[in-house]
C-alpha cells in the first residue's frame, strides 16, 4: 500500500485541494493535524483522509513521527511525505514509488537538482546553507537537506528514529539515512512558491534556532 502522509498546522485554507491532488497517486492520505487553531482536521476528514489529531501544537517532527507510525500501522509499503500548503506536486509522487520499488530505502525529493519552479534566491542561499551544515554536523551531502518531500520503504521507517519535535527534523532525517545506512536515491521535485506558501516558511530567526538546535543534538549524539 502507497500511503502520503501530510503533517498540517492551520491548513484548512489548502488542505482540501492538497488531499485531493495527492489521493490520485496514492492508496491512502494521512493528515496529522498538530495542534490546529482552525478546522484543518474536520476539512481533511471531509476531503477524504484519514486524520490523526495532535492536542497540542508539538512541532514538525513529532508530528511527521506521529504520521509515518500511522501509515506503518495502516499497512504502508510506501511512505511519502509531503507539505500540506501546496509547495509540492503530487504529481511527481510515481518518481518516488519507483525509486523505492527499486530497491532504495529512502527517497529525498530536491528543488536544486534541475532547479524547476520558482524557487526564490533567498531560500536557495538558506538552502545551500542547509546543505552545508547538515553536511558538516552529520557526514551526508545531499542536495536539498531540507525538503519535506521525501519517500521510505516499510522497512526503513520501521527502524527510522525521529527524536527531534520541530523545524531540525529535516536534518535529523539526513542523519538517520546515514546512521542506519539507508540505500538512498534524490529525485528532482518542482518548487512552487506562492505568497500563502512563503508565509508558512521558515523565517531567518526561525533558521538560526534551528541551526542551534543541530548543533546541540549533534553535540549530545
Not at 518518481?95 to 529512502?106: P, S, V
Request: glycine share 8%; net charge neutral.
Amino acid at each position: 500500500m502507497h500511503i502520503a502522509v501530510i503533517p498540517a498546522f492551520n491548513e484548512a485554507t489548502q488542505i482540501a485541494e492538497v488531499i485531493q491532488n495527492t489521493s490520485a497517486f496514492v492508496d491512502c492520505v494521512v493528515v496529522v493535524d498538530d495542534g490546529s487553531r482552525d478546522n484543518t482536521a474536520q476539512v481533511a476528514r471531509d476531503a477524504g483522509a484519514i486524520v490523526v489529531q495532535h492536542p497540542i501544537n508539538r512541532g514538525l517532527g513529532a508530528t511527521l513521527g506521529t504520521g509515518i507510525k500511522a501509515a506503518r500501522a495502516l499497512g504502508g509499503e510506501v511512505i511519502i511525505t509531503l507539505d500540506a500548503d501546496g509547495q509540492h506536486l503530487p504529481s511527481e509522487i510515481p518518481l518516488f514509488i519507483e525509486a523505492i520499488k527499486n530497491g532504495y530505502d529512502a527517497v529525498l525529493g530536491s528543488r536544486m537538482l534541475e532547479l524547476k519552479g520558482n524557487m526564490p534566491f533567498k531560500r536557495r542561499v538558506y538552502q545551500r546553507i542547509g546543505n552545508l551544515l547538515t553536511y558538516t554536523l552529520f557526514g551526508l551531502f545531499v542536495s536539498d537537506s531540507q525538503s519535506g518531500f521525501r519517500a521510505f520503504s516499510g522497512a526503513a521507517a520501521d527502524v527510522l528514529e525521529i527524536r527531534t519535535d520541530r523545524m531540525e527534523v529535516s536534518s535529523e532525517i539526513v542523519s538517520e539515512i546515514r546512521r542506519k545506512q539507508f540505500s538512498w536515491t534524490e529525485v528532482p521535485i518542482t518548487a512552487i512558491y506562492t505568497d500563502y506558501s512563503m508565509s508558512k516558511g521558515q523565517s531567518f530567526g526561525v533558521g538560526v534556532k534551528t541551526a542551534m538546535k543541530l548543533i546541540l543534538h549533534r553535540l549530545k549524539s
